[in-house]
């Protein structure tokens, strides 16, 4: 089965997700940025993110954001992410 990833936009969040969401697209921009730059892009997991940072972040996004960087490094050649989303897809996603 292929990867389906999805770029939903939240309606309605309540103020509290709408304050997580915001954050964890700050962390996940400053992420992809410092990823950009990082020696070891092509071997990145997400236990790349612990050098990054010490705060708790979820695997799939980080993985979901690696899999993008490398991506958008190799083919578009890209520099910096002035916002860069966080992504969920159908092996990673979970509705409640």
Not at 24 to 38: D, S
Not at 45 to 73: G, H, W
Request: proline share 4%; net charge positive; aromatic share 10%.
């Amino acid at each position: 089965m292929p990867t389906i990833t999805l770029k939903l936009e939240l309606h309605k969040p309540t103020k509290a997700k709408q304050d997580m969401y915001e954050r964890m697209t700050e962390v996940n921009t400053a992420f992809a940025n410092w990823l950009l730059n990082h020696p070891k892009l092509n071997q990145a997991t997400s236990k790349l993110f612990k050098e990054f940072s010490s705060q708790r972040f979820p695997s799939a996004v980080v993985n979901q954001t690696i899999r993008e960087v490398k991506s958008q490094k190799k083919n578009q050649k890209t520099k910096k992410f002035r916002t860069f989303w966080c992504c969920f897809n159908n092996q990673n996603l979970k509705g409640r």
